[in-house]
């Protein structure tokens, strides 16, 4: 029983780890292939270096760019952060070059040491060529970033995308509330206005009729007012009021003789 047993468990066991069906065996090899090609980019990523551009010249684009280094050291990718839009248009209105110039950019070579050699050999230098192109006399600005990696800047420039973004946003929000706070004032005066005007419609419309009533009345007949002569009325309390006889009186004063 117990031998019965355990090559039950085993059966299990490789059937867990040899699977029975082609999806799973095919999902498992994506899997491992996935794995193997992360890991050879991270080995290529770690030989890999990075020099920065503090200053890009002007009429210089990443074509350019990439065709002098080139000749120092294979260049795999190359970023160059635009001008800033109002610098752009201010050069455009005073008449300067009318195409797009870069302020700042990356180099990513191959090779770490080619990095190195390159800043280190250009650095404060003529960048030279065919003396008819406009950076001729212009010099190199250029600095090997030590444990700098491409992901760093591709994750900086996201920050700063969604940093832009984000403030774009609430300059826009901010424009919104304006905007509506300034409709309904505007409405609000619109309303007053309405009234005033009503007033003063009112006003003027009494005004031309009381003009045209006081002709009429002054044509009309003044009335006849009658007034009936009346007695005065009888003091009821002095007639009821007891009176002293006049005999009593003369005994009391006595008679005037």
Request: with cysteine; aromatic share 8%.
């Amino acid at each position: 029983m117990e031998q019965f047993e355990q090559e039950a468990d085993k059966a299990v066991l490789q059937e867990e780890e040899n699977p029975k069906s082609n999806d799973e065996r095919r999902e498992i090899r994506k899997k491992k292939r996935k794995k193997q090609q992360l890991l050879e980019e991270t080995a290529k990523a770690d030989k890999r270096g990075v020099c920065y551009l503090s200053r890009i010249p002007p009429h210089m684009d990443p074509l350019k760019l990439r065709q002098i280094l080139s000749h120092y050291g294979e260049i795999l990718r190359i970023y160059l952060t635009p001008e800033d839009p109002a610098a752009q248009v201010h050069r455009k209105r005073a008449g300067g070059f009318r195409g797009k110039e870069f302020s700042e950019g990356w180099v990513e070579f191959s090779r770490k040491s080619v990095a190195k050699r390159v800043a280190k050999m250009l650095n404060g230098e003529q960048i030279g060529g065919k003396k008819r192109s406009t950076f001729f006399y212009d010099l190199w600005n250029i600095k090997y970033l030590s444990k700098f990696k491409w992901e760093d800047l591709t994750g900086e420039i996201a920050y700063k995308n969604a940093s832009r973004e984000q403030k774009l946003a609430l300059e826009i929000s901010a424009a919104k509330k304006e905007r509506d706070f300034y409709l309904s004032k505007v409405e609000k005066s619109r309303a007053l206005t309405a009234i005033e005007e009503r007033m003063k419609k009112k006003q003027k419309v009494q005004q031309e009729s009381g003009a045209t009533a006081e002709p009429s009345q002054d044509k009309q007949v003044a009335k006849v007012i009658r007034q009936f002569p009346q007695t005065r009325p009888v003091d009821t309390v002095v007639q009821n009021k007891p009176r002293l006889s006049q005999h009593i009186l003369a005994g009391v004063f006595g008679s005037g003789s």
